[in-house]
């Protein structure tokens, strides 16, 4: 049994927290659930509520709150961005372009790690960048699997439809040619969390003379399978 951590107002913290986890909870139902006195469980969730660890529902009984989720994502990009280096890496040589691993963020997507070809300055894209959610094969990727709404409103200045994407959900993969930048093609395919969303978008971008105007046909099999081992890689770090 655990006898705590020796700090008494964060073990029954964490009390109340590991009681919600199965589920929404009244205060009496908190009560019983860590064995506090209701004064303390009501102090103590209001309090994890100020901070976002808890959270009402529509009935008004206590739930787990957003700030969770907020941090099990840092955590689960922190793992993503371990695991990408040498995948990267290994598609960079595999393919002889430039990688790059983007997320979402608002209305644009940013290159979280990349692999670059040691020549060929033009096509380098820096961690960091920032480009638009409407063209490119990673914008692609990164909207295929949005719910309804969202995606609805990523297609309005997009360069694509919503015949491409629904292209793209069946084959599990994208490719752009001259969409974001004259001259530059790229293929893209989608990186998965333990429960199955897409977060990220795993790519390989350089001039259109070496990658053609059907990139796909050249690379898609080995980014598919770059992203492949990214999505496993966060499944193998969840279940650990």
Same mark, same amino acid.
């Given at each position: 049994?655990?006898?705590?951590?020796?700090v008494?107002?964060?073990?029954k913290?964490?009390?109340?927290l590991?009681?919600?986890?199965?589920?929404?909870?009244?205060?009496?139902?908190?009560?019983?659930?860590?064995g506090?006195?209701?004064?303390?469980?009501h102090?103590?969730?209001?309090?994890?509520e100020?901070?976002? #660890?808890? &959270?009402r529902?529509?009935?008004? @009984?206590?739930?787990? *709150?957003p700030r969770? %989720?907020?941090?099990s !994502?840092? $955590?689960?990009e922190?793992?993503l961005?371990?695991?990408?280096?040498?995948?990267?890496?290994?598609l960079?040589?595999?393919?002889?372009?430039?990688?790059?691993?983007?997320?979402?963020?608002g209305?644009?997507?940013?290159?979280?790690?990349a692999?670059?070809r040691?020549?060929?300055?033009?096509?380098?894209?820096?961690?960091g960048?920032q480009l638009?959610?409407?063209a490119g094969?990673?914008?692609?990727i #990164?909207? &295929?699997?949005?719910d309804p709404? @969202?995606m609805?409103? *990523?297609?309005?200045n %997009?360069a694509?439809? !919503?015949t $491409?994407?629904?292209?793209?959900r069946?084959?599990g993969?994208?490719?752009?040619?001259?969409?974001r930048?004259?001259?530059v093609?790229?293929?893209?395919a989608p990186?998965?969390s333990?429960?199955?969303k897409?977060?990220?978008?795993v790519s390989?971008?350089?001039?259109?003379?070496r990658?053609?105007?059907?990139?796909g046909?050249?690379?898609a099999?080995?980014?598919?399978?770059?992203?492949?081992r990214?999505?496993?890689?966060l499944?193998r770090?969840?279940?650990?």
């Open positions: 049994m655990d006898n705590g951590s020796g008494g107002v964060l073990d913290a964490a009390l109340v590991a009681a919600l986890e199965a589920g929404p909870a009244t205060l009496a139902g908190l009560v019983a659930g860590t506090l006195a209701r004064p303390t469980a102090r103590l969730a209001v309090a994890l100020h901070h976002r #660890l808890v &959270a529902d529509m009935q008004g @009984r206590f739930v787990l *709150g969770l %989720a907020e941090l !994502a840092a $955590a689960g922190d793992r961005l371990a695991a990408a280096g040498p995948v990267l890496a290994r960079r040589d595999i393919t002889g372009e430039s990688a790059q691993l983007w997320r979402r963020q209305e644009h997507r940013v290159c979280v790690a692999a670059e040691p020549s060929g300055l033009r096509d380098t894209i820096p961690v960048s638009t959610m409407n094969s990673a914008a692609q #990164l909207l &295929a699997w949005e709404e @969202r609805h409103r *990523g297609l309005q %997009a694509f439809s !919503a $491409a994407l629904s292209g793209i069946r084959r993969w994208s490719q752009s040619v001259g969409e930048e004259q001259g093609a790229s293929v893209s990186v998965r333990p429960g199955g897409v977060i990220a978008a390989v971008s350089g001039p259109l003379e990658l053609s105007r059907q990139p046909r050249m690379h099999p080995a980014v598919l399978a770059a992203a492949d990214l999505s496993e890689s499944r770090a969840a279940a650990e």
